[in-house]
Each structure stands twice: as structure tokens, then as C-alpha cells.
């Protein structure tokens, strides 16, 4: 075979490759986003029309949608429900990036007894599932007396273990230099973690904050169990009422439920996914 028709066969197997890839791209979109175009589909909709029986790919109905809206907005504890997952997921992201910069500051790039114990402890507790701590942590929060109130939902999950491994990835990667001239200049140790750590870790605290407010906007288990009283609900809970078998609500009502849920952490997630990309590889390629 001549150099020409090798070039040429790689040249074409380089194509196929590439369509391929697009391919199963496209077809891990669809199947991704989906349900949710189907769930906008439900709600934008004419009541008493259902999708299931006549099938459209598009909304039908920009009024029957806003008013499905305002109607949960209005005639059920949503909008209270939103203003305490909002309360509860920026007041933990606030704890967790305080908590969890200040560990990773000293683990990453100062040397102390214990450290590497200390530290294979934190990274063993993410292989235990959190379904085991849930018993303990839940009758430690009734013995402080915290059950229905926001401290009890929030400081169980102010320590992270991920938090604490990807902010400790990244401060590895800080110059040395840079603390050593802070120090020679008279900088205290709280400064030089204010002033030179946190800035210089600013990627990886963004992408931290993103990823838990994802996750604890869509925390589920924890505030069921602990905060059971209707003034404290969270978001989670006020769907899962939607959700429930004998609730006795349409399925138009219940996906409209379902999609004011869904819209925070998907904005968010639009916004922000280039950041979430950067600092995890940021984090993984410099650690």
C-alpha cells in the first residue's frame, strides 16, 4: 500500500471516529435531556389533555403553564418552601467553604503530626455510605435539641470530605515561594491563608459551591428525617408531597411541582458549568 492510500485509509477511520463520537454524544444528550423537555411538554399544556394519549414534542399552551405556576406559587407552601432550601443551601456552602478552606489550607502546605493519618481517615469516610451515618447523626441532633430547626439541617453537612480533598488538590498546587515570603514579611498565619490562599484557590471554592448547592437543593433524605414539621420544609419535601401516591393531584399539577424544583440547580448548572470543568481538572491535573 502506498503512503498516499495509508494516509487517505487513516484519514477516513479519523472520520468515522469522530461521527461516531457525535453520535453517541447526541444520543447521551437526548436520553439526558428528554424527560425534562417532556416534563415542560406536561405543564405547557392544555389541562385535561393529556401528553400520553396525544403525544407532541412541543408546548401547546404558554397561559395553562403560567397559570399551573402561579397556582402552586400562591395556593401551597412553595414559595416558603424555596425561601428555606434557598436559606439552607447558601448558609451550608458558606460553612463548608470556610470549614473546608481552612483544613485544606493546612493539609495541603503545612506538615504536622498525625497528618497523613488524619487525612486517610477523611478520604476512608467516603467509602461509607451515607445511609449508615444517618442514625447516629440524626440522635446526635436530638440530644442538642436542634430537630426542626435550621442549625439541625445544615451543620451535619457542613464538613466534606469531597470539599476537603478537591480543595486540598488544588492548594497543593500554590507556590511555596509565595507563603514563605508572606511569613518572612511578618504575615500572621490566618493572613497568609486570607489573603493569599483563598484568592489563589478562587477556582476550586467556585466550583465547591456550584456542586453543593446542587446537591443540597436536592437533599431529600436528611431534612425528611430531621425537620418534619411543615414550616421548615424544603423544596425536596414539598415535591415529594406532590409526588405522593394519595395525593390525589393531576399529573400536569405534579410536573409543574416537579419543574420549579428543577430550575435553580439547572440555571445554575448552565451558568457556571465551564467553571465546574476548570477547577475539577484543575484540581485532578495539578494535585
Known amino acids: 500500500m502506498s503512503a498516499a492510500a495509508a494516509n487517505r ?6 472520520q468515522t471516529w469522530r461521527f461516531l463520537k457525535w453520535v453517541v454524544a447526541i444520543c447521551v444528550a437526548i436520553v439526558a435531556v428528554f424527560p425534562i423537555w417532556w416534563m415542560v ?10 401528553v400520553s ?7 401547546t399552551s404558554l397561559g395553562s ?6 397556582t402552586i406559587l400562591t395556593e401551597t407552601a412553595y414559595l416558603r418552601a424555596y425561601f428555606v432550601t434557598i436559606a439552607y443551601a447558601l448558609l451550608t456552602i458558606m460553612g463548608m467553604l470556610l470549614i473546608g478552606s481552612m483544613a485544606a489550607f493546612e493539609f495541603a502546605l503545612f506538615d504536622f503530626p498525625g497528618k497523613r493519618l488524619l487525612f486517610g481517615l477523611v478520604m476512608l469516610s467516603l467509602m461509607v455510605p451515607t445511609v449508615v451515618t444517618i442514625i447516629p447523626t440524626y440522635l446526635l441532633v436530638a440530644d442538642l435539641g436542634w430537630l426542626n430547626t435550621m442549625q439541625g439541617l445544615l451543620v451535619p453537612g457542613l464538613a466534606s470530605a469531597f470539599g476537603l480533598f478537591l480543595l486540598v488538590q488544588f492548594m497543593r498546587t500554590l507556590p511555596r515561594e509565595m507563603i514563605e515570603a508572606a511569613r518572612l514579611d511578618g504575615a500572621s498565619h490566618f493572613k497568609i491563608y486570607w489573603y493569599i490562599a483563598l484568592p489563589l484557590s478562587r477556582n476550586a471554592m467556585v466550583t465547591l459551591a456550584i456542586l453543593t448547592f446542587m446537591k443540597t437543593w436536592g437533599n431529600f433524605a436528611w431534612p425528611l428525617i430531621v425537620a418534619p414539621k411543615p414550616e421548615i420544609y424544603t423544596v425536596g419535601q414539598v415535591v415529594g408531597l406532590f409526588n405522593a401516591p394519595f395525593s390525589h393531584q393531576t399529573v400536569d399539577v405534579v410536573m409543574t411541582a416537579n419543574l420549579l424544583a428543577v430550575l435553580p440547580p439547572l440555571i445554575f448548572f448552565l ?14 491535573s495539578k494535585g
Request: glycine share 10%; charged share 15%; no cysteine.
Open 65 to 70: 403553564g403560567l397559570s399551573k405556576i402561579q
Open 53 to 59: 394519549i396525544n403525544p407532541r414534542l412541543y408546548p
Open 9 to 14: 485509509a487513516i484519514a477516513v477511520e479519523l
Open 41 to 50: 411538554n406536561v405543564v405547557f399544556a392544555d389541562p385535561g389533555v393529556p
Open 271 to 284: 451558568i457556571f458549568q465551564r467553571k465546574i470543568v476548570e477547577g475539577i481538572a484543575m484540581s485532578g
